[in-house]
């Protein structure tokens, strides 16, 4: 066991060293491209954490994303960057104690509408402030960043995600989620504060998200509240997490790179008919493999190991 | 005569115009099994949810050894040492029996985690009879291992008062009498338990002292069979002599 586990070690070790040289081996777009995946990957993996064990659907992400984003715009040139990233985290943190505290009550498809209208909200929100406070809908962002600063940026984050997330399930709180996502009266009665669970987790979620978006800023040079808050975000972290499947930390990862990569040849090829066919590829994800490619995968070496048992 | 372990008194709840609940008072004294029984929609599974916190009562009081609960939310309670079943089996279904159990160990007042929380939850799961079944999914058990299952959660909060709904509804004969015998032993533990009951034989069998519900209001009180024998009871069960 301990060798299995020193030897699992050993290969994520050597797997993030190796991703870390993916910037030197790159051209520009192919780095752009691993920006993409890397941050989808940051923000569907947070997505799970929280969502994948208590199955409470949440459409806010680029509402944490977007004030990440903000961030940076609004204090980027003046602070130094780690303590603007400290300080998008801070905010992130903050916003989503609150937003959690005051909707964590709701369940099922209240919950999912409400944080669908709480990243509309914060959307009109900023772009009120903008026009009627600074006068100027958008903002430049000019910071000395390479790409392959942001890309090591953002798998530092990943690994932190993902390092938190291994914690969390081994943890108390990790089994309180999961009994609270099968069923919630069942979690108070055993004495879990449900409630304290579910923000806890919810606000560390929402706080990887916001600073995948400051982190993310930079590369933008331009943004305004339609591009750091665009919907889409949201719903396209949603679909990459389903298609990985969400019972496992892992899962997102089996997502986001095949859709990133499909999602860049949709934009390419039909600018024009890009919503329609992200439209298209949720519905069939969600009928053909609705526990994820995890999930599916799982599923068949299950069987094929009851099959083994009845021959033996 | 010592003090009640539980004493509920003046309880009352009301759904919009309808009164579920009118003023009950009862008590159970430690190592007691006590039955709550009564006609479909009498009001005891309420009276249950509002004891567990589940529900809020709009009037009354619950005591746990002198410790108000009426005002606490449900993991309080359950902390303060009441654990339950539900009428409707609620195992949870994306674990496995053992980890069910660890949920109701980890979580308590006298929280156990880790390798401690594995044992007492093999302990358990022998104890109700699951020896076997520590690893199997929860969706592939038996009802009456289901319900097995969800005993061991609530004897997995060592609770001071267990609150079983029908625990023992929906078995066939075989099952019933596994059964009966499983609550009995529960009794020779000194465990102290308050249930809502169908089911006669068990009722007889199990119950030190009974009370009947009827349309939200207490109507009798006292042993199995004085209760069973008492006429309003009846009346309450089967309708008027002349209806």
Known sequence: MSIR???????MIALIVLLAFVPLVTNGYQLSLAINIMSYMVLATAWTLFSGPTRYVSLAT??????GAYTVA?????????????????????????????????????????TFGLAELVRQLVTWYEVNVTRTLGRYIFIDVTHAQIYWQLLALAVIVFISGWLIQRSKLGLALRVIGDDE?????????????????????????????????????YIDPAIAFNPVVSFQVLIMALLGGVHRLYGPVFGVIPLVILFEVLLAKFPNHFSIMVGIAFLLIVYAIPRGIVGLVEGMQFSLHKAKGAKA | MNAPLLSVSGLTRRFGGLVAVDGVTLEVRAGEIVGLLGPNGS????????????LKADAGSVQLRGRALEKLPAFKIAREGVARTFQLVRVLGSMTCKENVIAGLAFG??????????????????????????????SELTYIDQKRLELARALAMQPQLLLLDEWLAGLNPNELRNGIELVRSLRAEGRTILMVEHVMDAIRSLCDRCYVMN??????????????ADPEVIRAYLGDADA
């Open chain 1, 5 to 11: 586990n020193s030897a699992f070690s050993a290969a």
């Open chain 2, 109 to 138: 007042a006298k929280s156990r985690w880790g390798t401690e929380a594995e044992q007492a939850a093999h302990e358990l799961l022998v104890r109700v009879g699951l020896a076997a079944r520590g690893n199997v999914m929860t």
């Open chain 2, 43 to 54: 009001g005891k599974t309420t009276v249950l949810n509002l004891i567990s916190g589940a």
């Open chain 1, 185 to 221: 009266a069942v979690a108070r009665h055993v004495g879990i504060n449900t409630t304290l669970a579910k923000v806890v987790l919810f606000a560390f979620s929402a706080s990887f998200m916001t600073l995948a978006g400051a982190i993310m800023a930079p590369r933008w040079t």
């Open chain 1, 74 to 114: 609004v204090l980027g040139e003046e602070l130094s960057w780690p303590l603007v990233l400290a300080i998008a985290f801070s905010i992130g943190f903050a916003l989503s104690l609150i937003v959690g505290l005051s909707t964590l009550r709701l369940s099922g498809v209240y919950f999912v509408i409400f």
């Open chain 1, 62 to 67: 680029v509402a944490f994303f977007g004030i």
């Open chain 2, 215 to 228: 349309a939200g209001r207490k109507i009798a009180e006292g042993t199995p069979k004085d209760v069973l």
